[in-house]
């Protein structure tokens, strides 16, 4: 059993390594490189850089996430969202303190966005700049390549990950072997290199730099650790023992050989500055290893997209997002999802970024702003998570305060890069929280204009014998927003027909907070009468809403009579009423335009279209 289970960890491990760590594999592409051209260049600025590379990977990615951000996880699911859950916010009310979380909560899901929309850019266009290393005339075609290979990355999303993903680790693997035996060939060239392992080194340089300086630097330095918040986000896929083994045994080695032998490349040969990472690399291997190099990072790419993916399909399960059309890509793997306006939207983000900034030194510039803002975020609602849990808050402060301070250090450097394309990632981020909170608000005013409409229970069921005299055979499920009171669907239904079926449910959708919710848990029942009943179905917010599959745990139906079910649902027409009191008009138009565009309330819950009828109403806010 223990060999077993140490063979399943290792392939997860493996696994991990193509998808968890892809971005953060690919950075010592162009990380080191910004990095010391804002020290100046130099020997003391590759070795003063090198050691605050690796200090900040020991820190920030190893101590902080790998070791006490992980332990902040909703039943093995971690990210953004899943915090939200924990700490129970999600269903906030205006102007209450859990509503002030929600909001940063919420930016801090759009700063991940912000950070997708940049990372294909950079990693592509890093890699397909070696094709300069050796032929300087190719660089006019660097841009036209690097177009190419995106817009091919985003139109193949449709097929699925399913087909490749498996080759995703072992590439990776032998990608971390690749750049590890790179480094080693270039710590062998001046050992002497080895002096950046101390954090002596990390300290001296800050402290000799100048401030303007120090922070430039510090603001490239945080480029080699973007993509370690991606080890919390993707726990719930592999586990957390597979993704530390992945970081410790196989990732963070090869990243911290490969950034001294660049350091070691730049104190022999300073001219080497210019690309070092392929400098590392023999003449006759610049080539391959720009094809090598693409592919890693097209794989980096892949990561960030099934995160935006996996991300969105969250936020909409917990009602921060409208419903969009969402597809399984593998009947096997629940998180494989496909989001053509997500997917779509992001391509048109990140082709933007590539044609506005050009190169990977450019982008430098609009990257890590999103992710240092999303660090600092999750840093502090991982110190309100552990207070809930009962940790000591004497504890919690020191902890949690020493890496909030770090987190700020590195914001407030990437800060200074507002104006050089750091507002890029914001802009996105910015436009996505405030949909985000509009769409959410637009809820709210919808569901409290419906529950005016809604009848009350005892007084519909006192009067149906007179409102519907003709009772049908078969059964009826009324789809309702609200766990109380008689759905508008079910009123104008009876209004218009003067009749019903025999059985009548009323079926009520609400999202739990923990990622996945057993069989046994998925239902409710109110009786309401003898033949009107109440089933509330329970999902989690990893779970897409499966109607019919839910009402098959209750027991209530046997498979015949499930698939005679008639589903009844309102196709609500919303209207923005200047005139009603709620957001600002031109807010409200905004949503109702949203609420037009949201994929079909059948699809949404999979709903066969021939067992559905829409009935239509109107709501106005």
Known sequence: MGRASATNNAA????????????????????FKVAVQAAGGGAQAAIGVASLILWSLLLVVSLKYAVLIMRADNRGEGGVVAMLALLGVHDAKP?????????????????LYGDGAITPAISVLSAVEGLELDAPHLAPLVLPITVVILITLFVVQAKGT???GRIFGPIMLVWFGAIALLGLMG??????????????????FLIHAPLGVGFAVLGAVFLAVTGGEAMYADMGHFGRFPIRLAWF?????????NYLGQAALIATHPAALANPFYGLAPAWAHYPLVVFATAATVIASQAIISGVFSLTQQSIQLGFLPRLFIRHTAADQEGQVYLPLANWTLAIATLTAALVFRSSDALAGAYGIAVSGLMAISTFLAALIARRWGYNLGLITLVNGAFSILDLVFFSANAIKLTEGGWFPLLIAGVLAFLMLTWRTGVALVENARAHLRADEAVFLSELATAAPCRTDGIGAFLSASRTGIPLSLTHYIRHSRSLQQRVILV????????HVLDEERAEFVELSKDVQRVILHFGFMEHFDIPAGLATTGLFDDGELKQISYYIGRETVIAD??????????????????????????SFCIPSMQLVEIGTEVRI
């Open 12 to 31: 997860l491990g493996l696994a991990a390594l193509g998808v968890v760590y892809g971005d953060i594999g690919t950075s010592p592409l162009y990380a």
């Open 95 to 111: 102007g209450t303190r859990q509503a002030a979380l929600l909001i940063l909560g919420l930016l801090g899901a759009a700063l």
């Open 162 to 164: 399913g087909f490749i």
């Open 187 to 204: 710590i062998m060239r001046d050992p002497a290199v080895l002096a950046a392992l101390s954090p002596g080194q990390a300290i001296g």
């Open 249 to 257: 045994a196989v990732a963070l080695p090869a990243l911290v050989l």
């Open 508 to 515: 009520s959708v609400g999202t739990v907070e923990k990622p």
């Open 578 to 603: 200047a005139r009603i009191k709620g957001m600002a008009h031109w807010r409200e138009r905004l949503f109702v335009s949203m609420q037009r565009n949201t994929a079909p309330n059948g699809s």
